[in-house]
DNA sequence: TTTT
DNA sequence: TTTT
C-alpha cells in the first residue's frame, strides 16, 4: 500500500561488476552503478555533458540475477523507487545516501538470458537458504519457483485469459 | 518475466462510475473509463482540447477495491499495460479494442479512505469468494490471502466488450 | 499543458524496418511496429508467451531520425503517450487505431549513433522543406536544426548550473 | 540529447510552502519539499510506514507557477529526473545532495487554476526579465543549433563514487 | 462520459 | 515538514 507515488526508470550502463553481499538469512544484496547521462548546450553554446552515477539495490531473487548476468559495461533497464537513507559515522559526521530500490530490471542489447555467459561469481553463499523466502526489501518476491524478474503481477489470479 | 517493458502512467479522471464483473471462479474485473486531456494550439494558434479515453481493468483485489471506492468524476493514478485485443463478432467483423491492465491504483486529491464513503453497489455478488488481505497495487500477490482457484471459462460474459 | 498524464513507455524491438511518410509541409511521419512480450504461467502451469505490438509514431526531427538509424530488429527505449483514433471507411464502417506518439526514443544496445549504419531509405523526399517546421505532432520539435531526439528540456533557460 | 534514461515520477505532498529564488538573470527557482509514503510489513507483521523527503525543483516558468499555486499540504504529480551533487563546505567537508529536477507539475486534487487562491508571495523579484510563454511543463523548447555529438569516451571507467 |  |  502506498499514499503517493514513488517510481524511478533508469536505462544506463554499469560502471563495474555488480557488488553482492548476503544478508545473515542469505537473502542477496546485489549494488550496481549505473551512468546515465545527458548532453546539454550551457551559456556559450557549448556542448556539455554530464553523467548521473545511481547506486541500484536489487534484494533477492533479482538480485541473485543482476549478480549472475550483469557485468561492467552492461547496458540495463531498472524500475524502482528512490530510498533516501542517513547513517551517522563513528566520527559522528552525519552521511546521506540515496539508493534506488530496483523491482523490475531488464537486461538490454541482446544476450538476454544465456548471452555473455554468467559471471564466475558465485550465485549465493554456503549455507543461504534458498531465497524468495524473508525477503524485506524486495515487494512481493514470488515465493515459489519461476524467476519473474518483476515483482509486480497485474493478474493476481491465475484463471485470467492470457 | 518479460522481454521488453510495456508501461503505462495515467493521472485522470473517471467519465462513469467503474462497471464490475465477475468471472465464475469468483474474480472481480473492474473496468473504468478514464479520461486524460490536453491542450495544445493549433496550425491558426487557438487553443485545442483533445481528450482521450482510457478503457482500463483492474483485476482481483485491486478491482474491489477500485469498485468500492472510486466514483464518477473522481481523479486517480493508475499504473499498468496496454493490452490489445481483437475480437470477431458474429457478423464475422473484427473488433479491435485497447485495454490498460492496471497493476496500482492511487485515488487522489483526499478522500482516500473514507473520504467520500463506499459507493452502494454491493461489493461482490453472492457466492463470491472472500478476498484476501488489503493491498492496494498488487506487487508480489502470493504470501498471505487467497489461494488461486480455478474456473473452466473465465470470461463468461467478455465476447461483449463495453 | 495538460489535465491530466498519459504516459507510455515502452522497450522493444522493431518487426519491422520503419515507415516514413511526409506531410505536405514536409514533416515526417515515422511508425514503427514495436514488439513487447511477456511471459506468465497460465492455471496449467505452462509457460505462456503473449507480445504485444505497439504501433508508434514519431514525428519531425525525432521521425527523421528514427527512420535513418533504427531497423528490423532493433531494440529501442520509447517514451509517448496513447492516442486512440477513429475513421470511417469508405464501406462505412467504423475503425479504431491506438497509437504511441512519441516525444522521446532511445536506441539501446550498442550501434547508437553509427551503430549499425543508416539504412538506405532516403532521410527526406525531394521538395519536402528542411522539416522542423509545421509540426502538427510534435510537441516543441525545435524549430531550428538540433537533434535533441527528446522533447522535454528540464532546463528552459540556460542560466541554470549544470 | 541522452545517453541513457533517467526518469521520475512522484505523486505526493508538500510538507512546506514553496521556497522561491531567482538567479541573477531572473530565473525562477522553486524548491519543493515532496512528501511519498508506503505501508509494508516489517518481519514481525507490524504495519511500517516510511516516507521518503523529496527535494524537488523546478525552474523558469514551471517554477514560477509552482511557486504562485502550490502551498504546503498540496498534492502534486511532478516528472523529472535524478540530480546528484556534491559541494564542499567552508568546513572542508563534502556534502552530498540529490534533488529531482521537474519537466512537468500537475497539481491534483481539485483547485487547479483559481482553486485554493495565489500565494501572497511575489511572483517574481525586480528586475526579473518576463518569462515567455504559457506553458506547464516544457515539452519544446529547443529552437536553437547544435548537431549531435560523440563523445570520445562516454564511459571513463572507474573513477566512481562507492 | 470526466475534470479545470 | 505532508497526507489519510
Known amino acids: 500500500m502506498a499514499r503517493g507515488v514513488n517510481k524511478v526508470i533508469l536505462v544506463g550502463n554499469l560502471g563495474n561488476d555488480p557488488e553482492m553481499k548476503y544478508t545473515q538469512g542469505g537473502m542477496a544484496i546485489c549494488t550496481l552503478s549505473l551512468a546515465t547521462s545527458s548532453v546539454r548546450k550551457d551559456k556559450e553554446g557549448n556542448q556539455q555533458e554530464r553523467t548521473e ?19 561492467k559495461g552492461r547496458q540495463v533497464y531498472i524500475e524502482g523507487e528512490i530510498r533516501y537513507d542517513k547513517f551517522t559515522g563513528q566520527d559522528g ?14 537486461m538490454l542489447g541482446g544476450g538476454g538470458e544465456g548471452g555473455g555467459g554468467r559471471s564466475e561469481r558465485p550465485a549465493r553463499p554456503a549455507g543461504g537458504r534458498p531465497s524468495g523466502g524473508g525477503d524485506y526489501g524486495n515487494r512481493g518476491g514470488g515465493g515459489g519457483g519461476s524467476a519473474p524478474q518483476r515483482s509486480d503481477d497485474p493478474f493476481p489470479d491465475d484463471d485470467i485469459p492470457f
Chains 1, 2, 3, 4 share one sequence.
Open 93 to 106: 559526521v552525519e552521511k546521506y545516501f540515496t539508493d534506488i530500490i530496483a523491482n523490475e530490471m531488464q
Open 53 to 71: 552515477w545511481h547506486r541500484v539495490k536489487l534484494f533477492g531473487k533479482l538480485g541473485e540475477i543482476a549478480g549472475e548476468y550483469l557485468k
